[in-house]
T-cell receptor
């Protein structure tokens, strides 16, 4: 079945860039997502990218997709303490299937 | 526009008890789903529905029932609670149309089974 892998922890200093990586196995993945979960809260959609795109930028967030290697990354520029959270990568086959397969999440800790 | 509303936010059950986790959305989304989140496991799909009257099983459906009598509501029933069902439960709703999509999660229900 589908599998989404992420590293579990990342620690960065405030002001530096954070890069969170994700790999997936389903070659039919059409939509790839990044969600943010703060302690005790639900999941907040940060951004998403379609499989026919290589890059998407949204303010401090940059998503890079290497479809050949099935590798997705999320770069957060000028990381702030408010960015400390768990970040989930998720994929979906898209049209005809709304189901999401999630990675286990990367806990980002920002050091002041 | 409240989005996806889950109730209750917290619940403690004794083993063998039954209960229903409520989920309601006011966005007229066709697709709704239930996930459970366990430490180190990420989110796993329990059940989903592609529209009123249609439900199907996800990755971990055992011990749970769902129904979808209206577009707005998608309750999750625990038939006989077990400690293994201690988890955080998230309801979500979504639509996809062309290159646009929406996927909204509720704030979660924290369930403890003792």
């Amino acid at each position: 079945g589908e599998d989404v892998e992420q590293s579990l922890f990342l620690s960065v200093r405030e002001g530096d860039s954070s890069v969170i990586n994700c790999t997936y196995t389903d070659s039919s993945s059409t939509y790839l997502y990044w969600y943010k979960q703060e302690p005790g809260a639900g999941l907040q959609l940060l951004t998403y990218i379609f499989s026919n795109m290589d890059m998407k930028q949204d303010q401090r967030l940059t998503v890079l997709l290497n479809k050949k290697d099935k590798h997705l990354s999320l770069r957060i520029a000028d990381t702030q303490t408010g960015d400390s959270a768990i970040y989930f990568c998720a994929e979906s086959p898209g049209a005809g299937s709304y189901q999401l397969t999630f990675g286990k999440g990367t806990k980002l800790s920002v050091i002041p | 526009n409240a989005g996806v509303t889950q109730t209750p936010k917290f619940q403690v059950l004794k083993t063998g008890q039954s209960m229903t986790l409520q989920c309601a959305q006011d966005m007229n989304h066709e697709y709704m789903s239930w996930y459970r989140q366990d430490p180190g496991m990420g989110l796993r799909l329990i059940h989903y529905s592609v529209g009123a009257g249609i439900t199907d099983q996800g990755e971990v459906p055992n011990g749970y029932n769902v129904s979808r009598s209206t577009t707005e509501d998608f309750p999750l029933r625990l038939l006989s609670a077990a400690p293994s069902q201690t988890s955080v439960y998230f309801c979500a709703s979504s639509w996809i149309a062309g290159d646009s999509y929406g996927y909204t999660f509720g704030s979660g229900t924290r369930l403890t089974v003792v």
